[in-house]
């Protein structure tokens, strides 16, 4: 694989890189003949629902798209415009949505009688803090998301709880107010923002930059999937997947070179349209050969 540039809406001058030439976003078309997938790097709030389907109609792509409430809509979106042309589009690839979907779908598919719970964190959630900066009047910030230690234990002894999502997580902010901007609407228009905030019980602290420089410019995140279920009467069972993670951007960086990969295999094949995690062969995401992986990982 070879990065062939980085599109930007800024000043390409303004963005540093390790070597890879940077493009403005808007001339992207004249450098189609040389690029095999787009990873689109935008925010699920407002950049992808846009980006998406208009990037998906010219290039084969892989995204992130994390606001689960909306996936379906964006699936139709991106799908209709790659059918349209011929592309291939992973959406909604990381960590979660991503990896942790499919160890859902791997729990429930294997412990038929059961139930399965998410917990993300401690840990600094990209969209949500990009959520937070398209605030009017905060002018930076960032989002932890703290699972519920109780509820963790509940699941783990095999209690089967039915837990609300306030119930699982609180969410905490630390933001950076523009100057003269009114603090009661900023926390405001955060706690009661859908799809983000309104479910959960999120406490707003405002910060100056320099705190948020020295105390807040690491992402680490991660969290776990659980299964719990029976097999039997008296067998009771446990899967979890959980990660640990110093860079959250590193981490879903890595998982959307993956699927990048697998993206081109699929436009080379002539599988169209739109896909997620759950159609595509864990095969097409290593560099390795179908007899390699038999040989050295099955």
């Not at 890879?20 to 690029?35: E, K, P, S, T, Y």
């Not at 997938?37 to 208009?54: F, R, T």
């Not at 209709?80 to 429930?108: C, H, K, M, Q």
């Amino acid at each position: 694989m070879a990065l062939a540039g980085v599109f930007t809406r800024r000043d390409p001058a303004s963005v540093r890189t390790l070597g890879a030439q940077v493009h403005r976003l808007d001339a992207i078309d004249a450098f189609a003949a040389g690029i095999d997938v787009l990873v689109l790097c935008g925010g699920s709030k407002s950049d992808l629902p846009e980006q998406g389907p208009a990037l998906a109609a010219r290039f084969n792509t892989a995204d992130s798209f994390d606001t689960h409430a909306r996936i379906p809509e964006y699936f139709d979106a991106v799908d209709r415009a790659a059918r349209a042309n011929d592309r291939t589009a992973v959406i909604a690839v990381g960590w979660d949505p991503g990896l942790f979907s499919l160890a859902r779908v791997y729990g429930e598919s294997v412990l038929a009688d059961g139930a399965t719970y998410t917990f993300w964190g401690r840990g600094l959630s990209q969209g949500h803090s990009d959520a937070i900066r398209r605030v009017p009047g905060a002018r930076a910030g960032v989002q932890y998301t703290v699972p519920v230690p109780q509820a963790i234990e509940r699941v783990r002894s095999g209690e089967r709880p039915a837990l609300s999502t306030r119930e699982k997580h609180t969410r905490e902010c630390y933001v950076v107010l523009e100057e003269g901007a009114d603090a009661a609407a900023v926390e405001r228009a955060i706690v009661t923002m859908p799809d983000y905030f309104a479910d959960y019980d999120t406490t707003v602290r405002f910060i100056d930059a320099e705190t948020l420089r020295r105390e807040h410019s690491a992402m680490p995140h991660g969290g776990f999937v659980l299964r719990t279920g029976k097999t039997g009467e008296d067998t009771p069972q446990l899967v979890e997947f959980k990660l640990e993670l110093d860079s959250n951007p590193e981490f879903t960086a890595s998982v959307l070179v993956a699927y990048a990969r697998a993206a081109f295999r699929l436009a080379q094949a002539r599988e169209f349209g739109a896909r997620t995690v759950f159609d595509i062969a864990p095969a097409l995401l290593s560099p390795k050969s179908p007899a390699e992986l038999r040989a050295q990982l099955l």
